[in-house]
């Protein structure tokens, strides 16, 4: 469907017209075709720059008292890691109910945490390992949460405080608060 790229065709993927000039896409120009390996291998160079877990998954005895937790009431450990991902803009008390509510009502609870999960990621630049959010909260719902539980505590954040405890003790301001304006010039 696509012409063959030509021999002398530039790796800068700037289409080459007939006569070997810069074209536009009409009047029988061709493109250069990146070779087949080169996305993947951009896409590897992506995924180095991410941070592995400080924790691995099933490290969960590290701290026996959230896995104890976790394990017996999953909607503490939930509102914990919500409320310092959310950066205070949901409190641990309201996360964790409303996976209560959807854990009761649906039994789709993995679904709400893995969502956190991502943002988390996100956030702080860490890989999607062992496998997808989604398959790790599907699978090992408590393991993944224990595991997220440890990696804001390894981050510096004491998980019973809550966000803006936690940045009142390191001395910043919560993010969520607007900064302080000055009243402007006046006469």
Request: one cysteine or more; a negative charge; charged letters at 15%.
């Amino acid at each position: 469907m696509y012409p063959k790229p030509e021999e002398d065709a530039p790796a800068t993927g700037i289409p080459m017209s007939a006569s070997g000039g810069a074209g536009g896409p009409m009047g029988g120009s061709t493109y250069y075709q990146a070779p087949a390996g080169s996305t993947a291998a951009f896409a590897m160079q992506g995924a180095q720059a991410q941070a592995a877990w400080s924790t691995g998954l099933c490290d969960c005895f590290d701290d026996c008292g959230n896995c104890c937790v976790t394990c017996l009431c999953p909607c503490i450990t939930f509102g914990q890691v919500a409320e310092i991902i959310d950066r205070g803009s949901s409190s641990c008390g309201s996360s964790g109910a409303l996976y209560a509510l959807i854990m009761l009502l649906t039994g789709c609870h993995c679904v709400y945490s893995c969502f956190y999960r991502a943002k988390m990621r996100a956030q702080y630049g860490l890989q999607e390992r062992p496998c997808a959010d989604c398959c790790i909260h599907w699978c090992c719902e408590p393991c993944a949460l224990c595991q997220e539980y440890r990696e804001l505590k390894k981050r510096g954040f004491d998980m019973n405080l809550g966000w803006h405890a936690n940045m009142e003790r390191q001395g910043r301001t919560p993010a969520t608060m607007p900064p302080l304006m000055h009243p402007g010039m006046t006469r």
